[in-house]
């Protein structure tokens, strides 16, 4: 059956736009530009014949193009012993070239590349990374128009050469706990993805809802073990043991020690079957097929743990948001590979809702993450968004959300399936570090109303907050950062994008200061942005903040991410008797994210010399993203502030200035 011809044409292009681009670099790698021109031949003439159905063409291509990714290695090492490092550029151009082609094979018809799919070998196919894409992002840089008086407000475009309020490049932007980002496919699972994607929902009716759930929390999970082949070995020391005993003892000890097991490994190839690791609470089990040491996980379930997939039907919300290509996604604390270690722990909230439980993962989301952090800090908000009070025995929960867009809260029903990397780990955000689910279903809701998870690479603080809030209209601003001083907007939204169209702000309009009403276009001084900050923290807004440059890859000298969206939690002034002005911020990144170094951060010497402010803020000085940094140094690291203004700070500016529109 045919697919879309526009889908098959975006595909089609799209390899034949990678392979040009590779066909350039290799002019600098004498080794591959006979491989990489031929490739862009193939690819040429792909799309030439985009509206064709699938045929021997695509196929060629993507041969083609697998067979080069398989040479790539021995063309990397002679190009680096020659010196020529455009070579790391051509193998990502072929590899992304590789993978639009297959996408294209995908788009031209299902039913076909199927059948084509299922006479060609399977070969292994490491994911690139992600070119980047445009980003959202205006600037203040270059504003023309009249200031001071009530006349027309002034509308800005992102200026190109101008910081942008929020940079995030679709690259990887956050540690992957010590492991790489790159899923390893094969085109063998292509058929299997394709019918997971075409996955209807299986209980469109709250009556169908009701029922599952029913049906599942009837399930008796307490007391037993569960078995799963093709568990990898991995480990840190104390994190799992090594014993030689029965498989009837090894049971034994993880039921007398549910509080620091979870489960053990019997290695499939050991003759005598005996058990050789038991697995601690607090340390995942890596199920990777690729793994050398094959084995057998058995999963010590206890008293009230979520039913596996083959103990009951769960529910399936039919969305189709993941990457196309990537691996199945899993259901955590249900035997399935992903978050069985919390066993007991397992949770939606835990005792408290906090900043620190945002971890940003592999997705170049830290605009939305750092949002997330930022209205944890008032509890209520978070759990007003989820329908559900605890754990889903069915895996359905029901996330409000708000439309930038059409202006009105939104319910999107989703299950509990999470995508993972290779190894297992949650690709994109972490479970909080005592097991809470909330992150990651806020953000696969958020994927649900983008249209995808590829969608939320890039973006504003500022949209999120929306998202997250239902704040609107002047009550919505955005600070910029610019040669005049700061200044003062509101987003513009619109739907943009191809092939899946989702919200972006990439246009500003002016707005008043917050506190005064004046106009948004008179600049004003840092000293009297951060008063202004202070009544806002005080009044409970809701705040994020953005660094300067572009490249999230990169760092300043004291340890700020560039091009990264951070969490503004807390200001205070005045402090101590050389009336030090200090601000709180997280990095969504969380533990083992890179922190501010210089003075005030955790563990500086200013804290020692100072100690009555210490006594007053008590700096945590533990790795968790977050620390403190004074005024000057915020002003030299960061560009852009966006502010949900609360209601108790509009109802002030309104007694101040008689308007504030909502």
């Not at 490491?126 to 009249?146: F, L, N, T, Y």
């Not at 206890?302 to 596996?308: A, H, K, R, S, V």
């Not at 990397?421 to 949650?426: K, M, P, S, T």
């Not at 140094?633 to 700070?649: A, P, T």
Request: contains cysteine; proline residues 6%.
């Amino acid at each position: 059956m045919p697919g879309n011809p526009s889908s098959h044409v975006f595909y089609a292009t799209r390899a034949a736009e990678a392979a040009y681009a590779a066909e350039l670099a290799a002019q600098e790698a004498e080794e591959v530009a006979a491989s990489a021109a031929f490739a862009a031949d193939h690819a040429a003439r792909a799309a030439e014949r985009a509206f064709m159905p699938v045929g021997q063409v695509e196929m060629e291509l993507l041969e083609r193009l697998l067979q080069i990714v398989e040479e790539l290695p021995s063309y990397e090492e002679s190009a680096a012993a020659a010196g020529k490092p455009a070579m790391q550029m051509v193998s990502t151009l072929l590899q992304s070239a590789a993978l639009a082609a297959r996408a294209a094979v995908m788009a031209a018809t299902t039913q076909g590349a199927a059948e084509l799919l299922a006479q060609s070998p399977a070969r292994p196919l490491a994911a690139p990374a992600p070119a980047p894409v445009a980003v959202e992002g205006p600037a203040a840089a270059g504003v023309s128009g009249a200031s001071g008086g009530s006349g027309p407000s002034t509308t800005v475009d992102a200026d190109p050469d101008a910081p942008a309020v929020m940079t995030q490049p679709i690259s990887r932007s956050a540690p992957d706990d010590g492991t790489a980002d790159q899923a390893v496919l094969s085109l063998g699972q292509l058929e299997a993805e394709a019918a997971m994607r075409q996955s209807k929902c299986n209980a469109a009716t709250d009556e169908e809802a009701a029922a599952l759930e029913q049906a599942a929390a009837a399930v008796p999970t307490g007391g037993k073990f569960v078995t799963s082949g093709g568990w990898g070995i991995t480990g840190t020391p104390g994190a799992i043991g090594v014993e030689y005993i029965e498989k009837a003892a090894a049971e034994e000890r993880v039921k007398a020690s549910t509080q620091t097991m979870f489960g053990f490994l019997t290695i499939d190839a050991n003759p005598e079957g005996y058990p050789k690791i038991l697995c601690h609470n607090g340390f995942p089990l890596l199920h990777s097929p690729q793994s050398a040491q094959v084995c057998t996980a058995h999963l010590y379930r206890p008293e009230g743990c979520l039913p596996t997939a083959a103990e009951s039907t769960l529910f399936v919300d039919g969305l189709q948001i993941h990457r196309p290509g990537a691996l199945e996604p899993r259901r955590p604390g249900r035997a399935e590979g992903l978050a069985d270690e919390y066993t007991r722990s397992l949770c939606l909230y835990g005792d408290t809702i906090s900043p620190n439980d945002l971890r940003q993962g592999g997705l170049g989301n830290c605009w939305l993450i750092s949002a997330f952090s930022a209205v944890a800090e008032f509890p209520s908000r978070i759990r007003h968004l989820i329908e559900q009070t605890e754990l889903s025995k069915s895996g359905r929960y029901v996330v409000k959300l708000f439309h930038p867009i059409e202006e009105v809260w939104k319910t999107y029903a989703i299950d509990d399936r999470l995508p993972v990397n290779q190894y297992g780990h949650l690709r994109n955000v972490r479970l909080s570090a005592s097991g809470e689910l909330w992150p990651a279903l806020l953000e696969k809701a958020m994927a649900a109303l983008y249209g995808g998870y590829a969608c939320l690479d890039g973006g504003n603080p500022y949209t999120a907050l929306k998202c997250l809030t239902g704040t609107s209209g002047e009550r919505l601003v955005c600070l910029s950062y610019g040669s005049k001083g700061w200044q003062c907007w509101t987003p513009i939204f619109k739907l943009e994008g191809s092939p899946v169209a989702y919200p972006t702000a990439r246009q500003l309009t002016e707005t008043r200061w917050p506190d005064d009403g004046s106009r948004g276009s008179e600049p004003r001084v840092s000293d009297k942005v951060l008063d202004m900050l202070r009544w806002l923290d005080g009044g409970k807004s809701i705040m994020c903040c953005g660094s300067q440059g572009y490249d999230d890859s990169a760092s300043s000298e004291s340890g700020i991410v560039q091009g990264h969206a951070y969490a503004l939690l807390t200001i205070e002034t005045n402090l101590g008797e050389k009336k030090f002005d200090l601000l709180k911020l997280r990095n969504p990144h969380g533990q083992g994210g890179k922190e501010w170094s210089g003075a005030w951060s955790d563990g500086d010497r200013m804290w020692k010399r100072y100690p009555d402010i210490a006594e007053k803020l008590q700096p945590a000085g533990k790795d968790d993203g977050t620390f403190w940094m004074a005024k000057e140094d915020f002003v030299k690291e960061f560009r852009s502030i966006s502010i949900c203004i609360s209601d108790q700070n509009a109802a002030e500016r309104y007694q101040k200035t008689d308007h504030f529109t909502s």
